[in-house]
């Protein structure tokens, strides 16, 4: 089988977690004698990878035609007041770099999505595959463009909705092209029974298009890190974007309460995003800007050296389609906290699981891992035997079931 899937990012081309995904799925699908043509809207031309034909969009020779290079900023998951700071850099950047194509792709979130969409049909025609897979809204566009040409189905692969995104205050325009997607594909995958019931609430979806997949986590590539600590100290980390969606306002919180009866805690804040003033502004207001650490945007071994460094990871999330830092958190030997509006929630059993909202039940939790080793090492012992049956081989399987069903469906129709 081959599948023509469309993603805006691949390992190490990177910026998140549905790089992460779309690299270990089709790593997996890749043992099974899958072929997968991987279409990414920019990356250097002479990049490639292991086990998926990776075409790049910008500045692709397909015949006589070349797309113009691609000078996108946009990653996957952004709200509309990071995406307005990136324009801004965006715009620095065309005035000041000197280079014709910086100005080729306009400073426009939906521009840029268009022109993705736009190589899609030239993409399709070229293209030898059964299927079409698509990852997150901004694909779906140039996925309905590739069907629309080859004739081929299509399945999308619901990561995020944007009322993940935005808190319940989602965006018309994205909203309209998440549902046109939904609506239009052959077929549905979400990561989790909570992304499905988003689906089916907010997007008027049958249950029966929509087939749950939970992500996996990948094993082989845990690194032997070294890292140095004081011994006197406890370490609670956050990582992940700073954005509404992964509550980052709930973990200053809980910080503050918990620093009121633990002095020797230092809490970790690696990622971006809009929200990180905010939290720096909290955390001075609060009196705990000194046992606050904002480490920035990690990559690599740099996070397998925050996740071993750690005593504790909290994923405090207020609305988490499902959610992989945890379990990378524990493949490094780190017990977790995590949100009950999360899909990673429904098959990780041994992790202590919070309302987002209910900072005082954060912060009890936080305190009794801390002061506690038995607890923190039963959390440990339990859940690290627990995720090797959360891997990317059992959605792999689940993936090719809903491709030869959605191929078989169109046949006898």
């Given at each position: 089988m081959e599948i023509l899937m469309f993603g805006w990012e691949?390992?190490?081309?990177?910026?998140?977690?549905?790089?992460?995904?779309?690299?270990?799925?089709?790593?997996?699908?890749?043992?099974?004698?899958?072929?997968?043509?991987?279409?990414?809207?920019?990356?250097?031309?002479d990049a490639k990878a292991d086990?998926?034909?990776?075409?790049?969009?910008?500045?692709?020779?397909?015949?006589?035609f070349m797309l113009h290079k691609i000078n996108s900023l946009l990653v996957p998951y952004i709200d509309s007041g990071a995406y307005n700071n990136r324009m801004e850099q965006y715009k620095r950047f065309a005035r000041?770099?000197?280079?014709?194509?910086?100005?080729?792709?306009?400073p426009n979130?939906?521009?840029?999505?268009?022109?993705?969409?736009?190589?899609?049909?030239?993409?399709a025609r070229e293209i030898n595959f059964d299927i079409i897979h698509a990852h997150d809204w901004m694909t779906y566009p140039a996925a309905l463009n590739a069907?629309?040409?080859?004739?081929?189905?299509?399945?999308?692969?619901?990561?995020?909705?944007?009322?993940?995104?935005?808190g319940g205050h989602p965006n018309q325009y994205i909203y309209d092209i998440e549902r046109e997607g939904m609506h239009l594909a052959d077929n549905i995958i979400a990561v989790s029974n909570y992304t499905k019931n988003m689906i089916v609430r907010y997007y008027g979806i049958e249950p029966g298009k929509v087939t749950v997949v939970h992500n996996g986590v990948e094993f082989s590539d845990a690194h032997d890190v070294v890292v140095r600590k004081n011994p006197n100290e406890k370490i609670v980390l956050f990582l992940g974007r700073i954005t509404l969606q992964k509550g980052p306002d709930y973990f200053v919180y809980a910080a503050r309460k918990v620093l009121e009866k633990m002095k020797n805690v230092k809490f970790i804040v690696a990622g971006s995003g809009d929200m990180e003033p905010y939290m720096i502004e909290k955390a001075a207001e609060f009196g705990i800007a000194d046992k606050m650490l904002f480490a920035g945007f990690?990559?690599?071994?740099?996070?397998?050296?925050?996740?071993?460094?750690?005593?504790?990871?909290?994923?405090?999330?207020?609305s988490e389609p499902f959610g992989i830092t945890p379990l990378e958190s524990i493949r490094n030997g780190t017990p977790v906290i995590i949100s009950k509006?999360?899909?990673?929630?429904?098959?990780?059993?041994?992790?202590?699981?919070?309302?987002?909202?209910?900072?005082?039940?954060?912060?009890?939790?936080?305190?009794?891992?801390?002061?506690?080793?038995?607890l923190r090492h039963a959390l440990i012992e339990n859940s690290t035997q627990e995720i090797p049956k959360i891997n990317w081989d059992v959605a792999a399987d689940k993936c090719l079931d809903v491709y030869n069903r959605t191929i078989h469906m169109r046949i006898v129709v």
């Open positions: 691949f390992p190490p081309f990177s910026s998140g977690g549905l790089g992460t995904a779309c690299y270990g799925l089709t790593k997996s699908l890749s043992s099974k004698n899958v072929k997968v043509h991987f279409v990414v809207p920019k990356a250097p031309m086990f998926v034909d990776l075409i790049v969009a910008s500045g692709l020779k397909l015949e006589n000041n770099s000197g280079n014709p194509e910086a100005s080729v792709y306009g979130l939906y521009a840029e999505v268009h022109r993705y969409a736009e190589a899609s049909n030239l993409i069907k629309r040409v080859s004739g081929k189905p299509l399945v999308i692969h619901v990561h995020a909705t944007e009322f993940d995104r935005t990690l990559r690599g071994k740099d996070i397998e050296r925050a996740y071993k460094m750690a005593d504790l990871y909290v994923m405090p999330s207020v509006t999360s899909g990673v929630s429904e098959v990780l059993q041994h992790a202590l699981k919070v309302d987002f909202w209910d900072v005082d039940q954060l912060a009890n939790k936080i305190i009794a891992v801390l002061q506690h080793d038995c």
